[in-house]
């Protein structure tokens, strides 16, 4: 299959999805930091999200916010940063809060030109997070870090729990 193929599937999938929110998650040294170091810091962050919304159903029950990740270079080819589409698990508002708050506490992260916000067009969001799948293939699509098992229905059990987790992320 060749790489306009693969990129219109994989945009097809993405949009076929419809999750409601997009995220760029961009390094204060995007154009200087190691791409093993930068998955790393965006699986940390993804981590968090998940711990802040499921405890410790993550390890025990595997869930977690379902959602596609693509690591991107830009123009210039050297500034890596990644776009994150996102189903939210709660309320939208809440949610981007809960990504904005978390991204802003690494290190490495760049909260004044990352970017949390509602996804206004599944279209639109899935062209631009695919973009660059015919510039890097498959390198583009962070299979590790996504995950697109379906987190309805289970919501249950004590949300006082879960409502202390997310007053502590935000």
């Given at each position: 299959m060749d790489r306009k193929k693969e990129h219109q599937a994989v945009r097809d999938w993405v949009v076929s999805v419809k999750y409601e929110i997009f995220c760029t998650l961009?390094?204060?040294?995007?154009?200087?930091?190691?791409?093993?170091?930068?998955?790393?810091?965006?699986?940390?962050?993804?981590?968090?999200?998940?711990?802040?919304?499921?405890g410790n159903r993550v390890s025990k029950e595997n869930l977690r916010c379902p959602r596609f990740v693509f690591k991107q270079k830009g123009i210039s080819g050297?500034?890596?940063?990644?776009?994150?589409?996102?189903?939210?698990?709660?309320?939208?508002?809440?949610?981007?809060k809960v990504l904005s708050n978390t991204w802003e506490k690494f290190d490495e992260a760049c909260s004044t030109t990352s970017q949390?916000?509602?996804?206004?067009?599944?279209?639109?969001?899935?062209?631009?997070?695919?973009?660059?799948?015919?510039k890097l293939g498959?390198?583009?699509?962070?299979?590790?870090?996504?995950?697109?098992?379906?987190?309805a229905g289970t919501h249950k059990g004590n949300n006082i729990h879960k409502l202390r987790r997310l007053l502590k992320a935000i």
């Open positions: 961009k390094f204060k040294n995007g154009y200087d930091i190691d791409e093993r170091h930068a998955e790393h810091v965006v699986q940390l962050f993804l981590q968090r999200i998940d711990k802040a919304y499921w050297q500034n890596t940063h990644f776009h994150i589409v996102i189903e939210a698990q709660s309320d939208t508002y809440a949610f981007l949390f916000q509602k996804a206004r067009n599944a279209e639109a969001t899935a062209t631009y997070c695919t973009h660059e799948w015919t498959s390198d583009t699509f962070c299979d590790r870090l996504s995950h697109t098992a379906a987190t």
